[in-house]
Nanobody, 117 residues
Framework: QVQLVESGGGLVQPGGSLRLSCAAS????????MGWYRQAPGKQRELVAS???????NYADSVKGRFTISRDNAKRTVYLQMNSLKPEDTAVYYC???????????WGQGTRVTVSS
């Protein structure tokens, strides 16, 4: 059973930074492409960044140049460094393996990010 525990969210002013972490278990972490997703109020969950087991990354256009995804396979953890945060980045952030996400879950509890002055 996949278990995902996200942390690191909070309230930050526009232009600020946060680093999210996600500890994963129940999957062969090192070979799974992992993704960070977010769901803003009233909107569908969207993929914002992904990283393959080998470290190749992709980003949504809306976060490119501001967010950086990374992973530590030994710690079974994936990170999302978020800089130059904007109010439109406000959402609950989730991580998941992309294959698990395509199957519809399960999902962790997420971590809430609020960007506001």
């Amino acid at each position: 059973q996949v278990q995902l525990v996200e942390s690191g969210g909070g309230l930050v002013q526009p232009g600020g930074s946060l680093r999210l972490s996600c500890a994963a278990s129940g999957i062969i972490f090192s070979i799974n492409t992992m993704g960070w997703y977010r769901q803003a109020p009233g909107k569908q969950r969207e993929l914002v960044a992904s990283i393959t087991g080998g470290g190749s990354t992709n980003y949504a256009d809306s976060v490119k140049g501001r967010f950086t995804i990374s992973r530590d396979n030994a710690k079974r953890t994936v990170y999302l460094q978020m800089n130059s945060l904007k109010p439109e980045d406000t959402a609950v952030y989730y991580c998941n393996s992309m294959s698990n996400a395509l199957r519809g879950g399960p999902w962790g509890q997420g971590t809430r990010v609020t960007v506001s002055s």
